[in-house]
């Protein structure tokens, strides 16, 4: 059996470069083809990176190719997916990889049927920071976590974005476009979470697109713009989450976590590195610990970016017969998480989880090396 694995592109927008350009530092995975609705869009991007464009349909029977990246919109996720799964090819899916618990779970029968697997994004809490955080957390270093908070707030997208409706519209705001990063990375760190309860609202009817070509134009906002959710976890932890498109200027933290022995803060779990710090009861020189894991090097610029590490992760799991990170399993209970805090706050009640799932396995500094080429 060859130790590669070929890879296809389903959708050459932005995103694509990035899977492209750095599935190169990985080992287990080889990109071989893309295709796209407009296949001009495929053939561009293919050029670019020297790939083999195809339509579709000829992806999805392409004989070289084993996993298909799915980087389609999120209301396509799903029956994209479905469709990769019932040609027999495995699926790594663009976060949120469905919008839905019911969507998830047809998913993983057509899965099991055709003998595949399903893995999605996001996969930055594989990052060296956030493996650093697990790390301390797993040691005990600060005791048990009790508590925590996490924010992700900005005044929105229309600023900078040249198409930005979609993210006002169900399937996105700043919970299911940005969500996933920090649901993520606690499940990693808490394990899975118990029931939730939230307050959403949106400060705007209308938002106003001052980035161009489209200056000027008003997009209908059609989803929560604004969620404070409060998550308690198997674990006995309870995190308070905020996540808003409404907010002009903040001073809070990414993202911290209260033990019993002391206090960890991370940094965005948007990105795969930055800065960890500890304390110990209240003592600041404890500081950033040291831990050379591979994936905080900065490769980007003054960046550590290691997208497509879960792409890689599935592929040597799938050669070896073992489990996957970023499975559909965490994966779908994210997507609960995150589904579950917007139907709290339209119910204005606490509300318990359907699903549950395993932590992840910890990516060690050895298992990070072994991904890369």
């Not at 033990?259 to 960890?264: A, F, K, R």
């Not at 997208?307 to 965490?330: K, N, T, V, Y």
Request: charged share 20%; proline share 5%; aromatic share 8%.
């Amino acid at each position: 059996m060859s130790n590669v694995m070929g890879v296809g592109i389903l959708g050459c927008g932005n995103i694509s470069t990035a899977y492209m350009k750095l599935s190169k530092i990985f080992n287990a995975i080889e990109v071989r083809a893309c295709a796209d609705l407009n296949f001009n869009t495929a053939k561009k991007k293919a050029d670019e990176f020297f790939l083999r464009a195809c339509t579709i349909d000829e992806l999805l029977a392409a004989d070289d190719i084993d996993i298909i990246v799915n980087l389609t919109i999120p209301a396509a996720h799903f029956e994209v997916s479905k469709s990769i799964l019932e040609a027999g090819k495995h699926v790594y899916s663009e976060k949120p990889f469905v919008l839905s618990l019911e969507e998830g779970q047809i998913l993983a029968e057509v899965a099991e049927k055709n003998n595949v697997r399903v893995a999605s994004a996001p996969d930055t809490f594989l990052g060296g920071a956030h493996q650093l955080a697990r790390h301390l957390v797993d040691n005990g270093d600060v005791g048990k976590i009790t508590s925590g908070t996490c924010f992700v707030q900005s005044p929105g997208m229309e600023m900078w974005h040249p198409n930005p409706d979609f993210f006002f519209k169900p399937g996105a705001g700043p919970m299911l476009d940005l969500g996933p990063y920090y649901i993520s990375n606690l499940v990693q760190l808490l394990g899975p979470v118990k029931r939730v309860g939230s307050m959403t609202s949106s400060a705007q009817e209308y938002r106003t697109i001052t980035s161009e070509p489209r200056n000027g134009e008003k997009v209908k906002v059609e989803t929560p713009t604004t969620i404070h959710a409060l998550l308690e976890f198997h674990s006995g932890a309870s995190i308070m989450f905020g996540a808003s498109w409404d907010v002009w200027s903040q001073q809070h933290s990414n993202m911290e976590l209260y033990g019993t022995e002391g206090s960890i803060y991370l940094p965005d779990p948007n990105f795969f590195g930055g800065e960890v710090r500890m304390t110990n009861k209240g003592s600041f020189s404890n500081g950033t610990p040291a831990w050379p894991h591979p994936f905080s090097v900065a490769n980007d610029g003054e960046n550590a970016n290691y997208r497509a590490a879960g792409l890689a992760d599935m592929a040597q799991a799938i050669m070896a017969d073992e489990p996957h990170r970023c499975s559909l399993e965490f994966s779908l209970h994210v997507v609960d998480v995150m589904t579950t805090i917007l139907k709290s706050g339209e119910q204005q009640q606490f509300l318990t989880l359907e699903t549950s799932c395993e932590r992840p396995s910890a990516l060690g500094i050895e298992e990070a090396q072994a991904l890369l080429a």
